[in-house]
T-cell receptor, first 113, second 109 residues
Framework: DAGVTQSPTHLIKTRGQQVTLRCSPK?????VSWYQQALGQGPQFIFQ???????QRGNFPDRFSGHQFPNYSSELNVNALLLGDSALYLC????????????FGPGTRLLVL | GQNIDQPTEMTATEGAIVQINCTYQ??????LFWYQQHAGEAPTFLSY??LDGLEEKGRFSSFLSRSKGYSYLLLKELQMKDSASYLC??????????WGAGTKLIIKP
């Protein structure tokens, strides 16, 4: 079992550009959550997908959007990148509402110049 | 607003015991988690408390008091590999995880 995988591992973009991050959940997991973690801070919840629908959303602007595919994999899209979007983006998968099973991927480190 | 407080940094000696505290004020409570995060890596699950009391798992134990909005993580027989950040997170009434900023634990020989 490969666990949660994310791609790419690192990414450099310039302000105003758009970015797509990808996540494949752990085998047997059907729920995917995305988090943003700034340096020296705890993660902040962006949104959660279940059954290809956005089920929960944190306090993030509409520039942040996502998608979940029938195979439970997910994408996070960020439009009109700002310098402040530079962070580690973490994907976590779990079984539906079994929060103690949540397992994190290695993250994508995004740098916006 | 929602708030989770934990010390920014703690230092302990190899072989000793350390207690990392976490206090929270959230809109609702559906459980409290502790995660370990080594620098540059993803958080890994340590414990989940939903009822009051102490949960022991090997060298790590976690305590919860819901009435006091308080939890602690107890690490025994500290090893150098325990040097990491320890994150406290609460599942609120909307089933969203609210995270503290983490406690950086430094272990000295």
């Amino acid at each position: 079992d490969a666990g949660v995988t994310q791609s790419p591992t690192h990414l450099i973009k310039t302000r105003g550009q758009q970015v797509t991050l990808r996540c494949s959940p752990k085998s047997g997991h059907d729920t995917v959550s995305w988090y943003q973690q700034a340096l020296g801070q705890g993660p902040q919840f962006i949104f959660q997908y279940y059954e290809e629908e956005e089920r929960q959303r944190g306090n993030f602007p509409d520039r942040f959007s996502g998608h979940q595919f029938p195979n439970y994999s997910s994408e996070l899209n960020v439009n009109a990148l700002l310098l402040g979007d530079s962070a580690l983006y973490l994907c976590a998968s779990s079984k539906n509402r079994e929060w103690e099973t949540q397992y994190f991927g290695p993250g994508t480190r995004l740098l916006v110049l | 607003g929602q708030n989770i407080d934990q010390p920014t940094e703690m230092t302990a000696t190899e072989g000793a015991i350390v207690q990392i505290n976490c206090t929270y004020q959230t809109s609702g409570f559906n459980g409290l988690f502790w995660y370990q995060q080594h620098a540059g890596e993803a958080p890994t699950f340590l414990s989940y408390n939903v009822l009051d009391g102490l949960e022991e798992k090997g060298r790590f134990s976690s305590f919860l008091s819901r009435s006091k909005g308080y939890s602690y993580l107890l690490l025994k027989e500290l090893q150098m590999k325990d040097s990491a950040s320890y994150l406290c997170a609460v599942l609120d009434s909307n089933y969203q995880l609210i995270w503290g900023a983490g406690t950086k634990l430094i272990i000295k020989p």
